[in-house]
């Protein structure tokens, strides 16, 4: 090999590192304004937000390797962002702002969404599109063409397209009810929404770019459907609820996701609190941090010091068994897996750190001592798939 043809392959070598090094990348979203106290939740200034990405080439070492000082909210399901399966565009929804309302401060519905060029040095903002009010949760297709998200007081999911490193709202499909999170099947053409009011899962009809919603087709879930995942293969959605009562049972909803009317398979309960989930990218397992009471207040006789991670098997049949469990920080929200699924991440907002669990025959062995977050770690996603 000559001198040139050397130097080009070195450059070329070079020039690829930054986007290989993003196909390992999670998003992490902070939210400063919202704090925890004796008496539970307290509303502050805004101003202090930011959006980490976290390397996990090594998954047992995490590491942070860029912040952007963007606004991220506690309020919604914690899957309000997500990263296109290039590894190229991170895309964060944010779901309110603080108004000032005399001496205190109040929630009041965002519309914003926040475009991050991931292969940038370092990553940064490069746009910010308009979208429903109050963007909650996520879910950017396998192809990497569109992305959708649930609006929880626009009563809507927004339906945007992909391409060329560009994103482009092209508007909005009125759902009736408020929705709070939503996820793609891996073959692009179906699209299932947490009603999460009305205790129901809608079917949304995806042709290339064209997304429908026929009413009929809505599938009774458990009270409260806050969550939502599918498995790889496409043939299992699973709608995690929070249940409508303070510590009661809440409920993992199994829906067989295809064929002519998807509907529910089985039912079962991983305890309480289940606001985050996700299955693992190869399908065979799920994982859950249950709130177990963590973010109550200091009189409530449910207050607990810690949540819980729950993980569960995925047979075939879409039934869910549990296999292990793993104490937890208090109030976890956010949770995401490496791509082989042998690692799973979960943050703490009130500890404001991060937990890393190797799975070893389906149960959650802690590495390391808890990772130190620079403020509260509201959502946590990596590659869409």
């Given at each position: 090999?000559?001198?040139?043809?050397?130097?080009?392959?070195?450059?070329?070598?070079?020039?690829?590192?930054?986007?290989?090094?993003?196909?390992?990348?999670?998003?992490?979203?902070?939210?400063?304004?919202?704090?925890?106290?004796?008496?539970?939740?307290?509303?502050?200034?805004?101003?202090n937000d930011a959006v980490l990405i976290m390397d996990i080439s090594n998954p047992a070492k995490p590491r942070i390797r860029a912040s952007l000082p963007l606004m991220n909210s506690l309020l919604?399901?914690?899957?309000?962002?997500?990263?296109?399966?290039?590894?190229?565009?991170?895309?964060?929804?944010?779901?309110?702002?603080?108004?000032?309302?005399?001496?205190?401060?109040?929630?009041?519905?965002?519309?914003?969404?926040?475009?991050?060029?991931?292969?940038?040095?370092?990553?940064?903002?490069?746009?910010?599109?308009?979208?429903?009010?109050?963007?909650?949760?996520?879910?950017?297709?396998?192809?990497?063409?569109?992305?959708?998200?649930?609006?929880?007081?626009?009563?809507?999911?927004?339906?945007?397209?992909?391409?060329?490193?560009?994103?482009?709202?092209?508007?909005?499909?009125?759902?009736?009810?408020?929705?709070?999170?939503?996820?793609?099947?891996?073959?692009?053409?179906?699209?299932?929404?947490?009603?999460?009011?009305?205790?129901?899962?809608?079917?949304?009809?995806?042709?290339?770019?064209?997304?429908?919603?026929?009413?009929?087709?809505?599938?009774?879930?458990?009270?409260?459907?806050?969550?939502?995942?599918?498995?790889?293969?496409?043939?299992?959605?699973?709608?995690?609820?929070?249940?409508?009562?303070?510590?009661?049972?809440?409920?993992?909803?199994?829906?067989?996701?295809?064929?002519?009317?998807?509907?529910?398979?089985?039912?079962?309960?991983?305890?309480?609190?289940?606001?985050?989930?996700?299955?693992?990218?190869?399908?065979?397992?799920?994982?859950?941090?249950?709130?177990?009471?963590?973010?109550?207040?200091?009189?409530?006789?449910?207050?607990?010091?810690?949540?819980?991670?729950?993980?569960?098997?995925?047979?075939?049949?879409?039934?869910?068994?549990?296999?292990?469990?793993?104490?937890?920080?208090?109030?976890?929200?956010?949770?995401?897996?490496?791509?082989?699924?042998?690692?799973?991440?979960?943050?703490?907002?009130?500890?404001?750190?991060?937990?890393?669990?190797?799975?070893?025959?389906?149960?959650?062995?802690?590495?390391?001592?808890?990772?130190?977050?620079?403020?509260?770690?509201?959502?946590?996603?990596?590659?869409?798939?």
């Amino acid at each position: 090999m000559n001198m040139r043809a050397a130097l080009a392959l070195s450059c070329g070598l070079l020039a690829a590192t930054p986007a290989l090094a993003s196909l390992h990348d999670i998003l992490i979203g902070l939210d400063q304004k919202i704090t925890y106290d004796a008496n539970g939740q307290v509303n502050g200034a805004p101003g202090n937000d930011a959006v980490l990405i976290m390397d996990i080439s090594n998954p047992a070492k995490p590491r942070i390797r860029a912040s952007l000082p963007l606004m991220n909210s506690l309020l919604g399901p914690p899957t309000n962002l997500q990263i296109t399966a290039d590894g190229k565009l991170g895309l964060v929804a944010n779901s309110v702002v603080m108004n000032k309302d005399g001496a205190a401060w109040k929630t009041a519905p965002d519309n914003k969404l926040f475009v991050i060029d991931m292969n940038a040095n370092p990553p940064k903002l490069i746009d910010t599109v308009t979208v429903g009010m109050q963007p909650s949760g996520m879910a950017i297709s396998h192809k990497g063409d569109l992305a959708l998200i649930a609006n929880r007081n626009g009563k809507s999911v927004s339906v945007l397209s992909i391409q060329n490193g560009s994103v482009r709202s092209l508007g909005d499909v009125p759902m009736e009810q408020e929705a709070a999170a939503v996820v793609i099947a891996p073959d692009g053409k179906r699209a299932f929404v947490c009603l999460n009011l009305v205790n129901k899962i809608a079917v949304l009809t995806i042709d290339g770019q064209k997304v429908t919603y026929d009413k009929s087709m809505d599938i009774p879930s458990a009270i409260n459907p806050y969550n939502v995942d599918i498995t790889a293969d496409g043939k299992y959605v699973v709608a995690s609820n929070t249940g409508g009562t303070k510590n009661n049972g809440d409920a993992e909803v199994v829906i067989e996701a295809t064929g002519p009317h998807p509907h529910v398979v089985d039912i079962m309960s991983p305890g309480n609190g289940p606001e985050g989930f996700a299955i693992s990218p190869n399908g065979k397992t799920a994982v859950v941090p249950l709130l177990l009471g963590s973010g109550a207040k200091e009189s409530d006789w449910f207050k607990v010091k810690g949540g819980e991670l729950v993980v569960m098997s995925v047979v075939p049949n879409g039934k869910l068994t549990v296999t292990g469990k793993a104490p937890l920080g208090a109030l976890p929200e956010g949770v995401a897996y490496s791509p082989n699924g042998d690692y799973v991440y979960v943050g703490n907002y009130v500890d404001k750190d991060l937990q890393v669990f190797h799975l070893v025959d389906g149960k959650p062995v802690q590495v390391g001592p808890n990772m130190k977050l620079p403020g509260q770690p509201a959502s946590m996603r990596g590659l869409a798939r």
